[in-house]
């Protein structure tokens, strides 16, 4: 097999199922993991017929600890190495830090920060041995601004994988590795509907929103380009910018003022459970 494999997680939706098919029309097979089967055996059906590429379907639960492990052991098992690897995986808890139990913030956090780091810890190495490797972190616009009143962790483990991806990509000058953090904005895509924030996000303007296709194709050229961090869209970028240049007590206020246009309180999550 002379294809190169990218690994990507949450791949059966969204960002990541777009993601397939922008690295699929570019030649890449695809290791394709989430919970739901029957989805990417759907997806990698549509790849080979339209592209020619075959997949590897994994299905792990992502919250668990072992989960990285056996989805690399899972490639290795099928004759491959990852070339490529996307951090997608993820989903946000509504409601502020204290409404949820702490099961739930551990179990986000195990997929949204522990297993990232851990992949990137798995398959890095081999990429850089190769001399060839492509990692996505698929972090956020929420990362490039203060945090909001609700979805206490999500913003600062976008944060996070940001800073991380900067610092890898650094480190990985002159190996032939690229390191890039995808930043979008809203997008359509499944993620809204699980976090209960779809009928307050859906009154926001329309310029505010990219497609899933369009973060997906920045997102390859990012990483072609080794670009460390890229923000899809002009109006996104404009509000990234902001959030660096005006003060934190204006950012923290705009923040404050803006936060019940896309965040739910604690009551409407109750009535939504």
């Known amino acids: 097999m002379t294809r190169p494999l ?10 990541g199922a777009a993601l397939a098919r922008e690295y699929a029309s570019h030649g890449w097979d695809l290791a394709l993991t989430a919970r ?9 059906k549509e790849m080979k017929a339209k592209n020619g590429v075959d997949s590897l379907i994994i299905t792990k639960d992502m919250h ?4 990285p492990k ?16 996307i951090n997608n995986a993820g989903y946000g808890i509504p409601g502020t830090f204290n409404h949820p139990g702490w099961k739930d913030h551990a179990a986000f956090l195990q997929i949204m920060l522990t297993a990232p780091c851990e992949l990137v810890y798995l398959t890095m190495p081999g990429m850089v041995k190769r001399g060839f490797g492509r990692i996505i972190n698929v972090a ?3 990362g490039h601004l203060p945090g909001s009143n609700g979805h206490t962790l999500y913003a600062a483990d976008k944060a996070f994988l940001i800073k991380f991806s900067q610092s890898l990509n650094l480190e990985n000058t002159g190996t032939g590795v690229h ?12 993620f809204h509907d699980a976090n209960d924030t779809r009928k307050l996000v859906s009154k926001l303007p329309g310029w505010m929103w990219k497609t899933s296709e369009e973060v ?23 509000i990234a910018a902001l959030g660096k ?4 007590p204006m950012a923290m206020g705009l923040m404050r003022r803006q936060t019940k246009n896309f965040r739910v309180s604690d009551e409407e999550v109750g009535k939504a459970g």
Not at 6 to 15: F, R
Not at 70 to 85: E, P
């Open 70 to 85: 056996a989805i690399i052991k899972a490639v290795t098992d099928a004759g491959r190495h990852v070339d490529g690897l």
């Open 216 to 238: 997906a194709a920045v997102g390859y050229l990012a990483a072609e380009k080794n670009v460390a961090v890229r923000v899809p869209g002009f109006a996104n970028k404009t």
């Open 36 to 44: 739901r089967k029957d989805r990417l055996e759907d997806l990698a």
């Open 140 to 142: 956020s616009l929420a």
């Open 179 to 190: 390191v890039s953090a995808l930043c979008p904005g809203f997008t359509y895509s499944e």
């Open 6 to 15: 990218i690994l990507i997680t949450g791949a059966s939706a969204g960002i």
């Open 245 to 248: 240049v005006l003060p934190e």
């Open 64 to 67: 668990t600890k072992t989960a």
